[in-house]
């Protein structure tokens, strides 16, 4: 069991997490399961939402930068779900499967990016990568495996650095924005990081 995790940690450039998993209690493994479950989960979402936008860009420049951008941070999120499904299984759990289509509304419905456009795809693509860094973060400090710990932490630095590099795009395309437009992403620094319609 310890081989497998210690295989997702190694894929990831983070320590083994060894014997620290088979230290846990069954409660323990039950919260941390639970935690990886509902990161799997999001990281599914996110995989599903960028090849969803994608079909709606245009060919335009702009549309081209925000195809570029959500391949890229597809493919880390693609890294992210099989590291965590590895842990899940490792600690004897049946990772969550990939769903045929998620619901972004609300994300919409507050104004934080739609399908309508280029850009507001890429402004909805912020606000997940927002909340996913938030979400990482407090997360993370729940799970029991210290070493887990550190597999969530780097995922949600990673969130945060999607973030930034989808602000830094709109920076490209000629927006006066702030790349990283407060020192932390937190609940209390999202709406200085996510950009209305």
């Known amino acids: 069991m310890s081989g497998v995790i210690a295989g997702a940690a190694t894929a990831l450039g983070l320590p083994l997490i060894g014997e620290s998993a088979e230290a846990l209690t069954t409660s323990a493994k039950r919260n941390d399961l ?5 990161a799997l989960y999001y990281e599914h979402q996110a995989i599903w939402a960028y090849s969803f936008a994608a079909g709606k860009l245009t060919n ?39 769903e045929s289509s998620y619901d972004v509304s609300s994300y919409i419905k507050k104004g934080e990016g739609n399908i309508d456009s280029d850009v507001n795809i890429a402004k909805l693509a912020l606000a997940l990568e927002v909340d996913a ?19 969530g932490a780097s995922i949600g630095s990673t ?3 999607h973030a930034a590099a989808i602000r830094a795009t709109f920076r490209a395309l000629g927006v006066g924005i702030e790349i990283v437009p407060a020192a932390f992403v937190s609940v209390e620094t999202r709406n200085a990081w996510v950009l209305k319609v």
Do not use: C, F, M, W
């Open 34 to 38: 639970k935690i990886l479950n509902n």
């Open 159 to 161: 969130e945060s650095a």
């Open 133 to 151: 860094a938030i979400a990482y973060t407090l997360e993370a400090a729940k799970l029991k495996t210290p070493k887990l710990v550190t597999v």
């Open 60 to 98: 335009t420049d702009v549309g081209k930068a925000v195809l570029a951008l959500a391949l890229r941070n597809q493919a880390d999120h693609k890294k992210h779900r099989d590291a965590l499904a590895t842990a899940v299984s490792s600690l004897g759990g049946n990772p969550v499967k990939a």
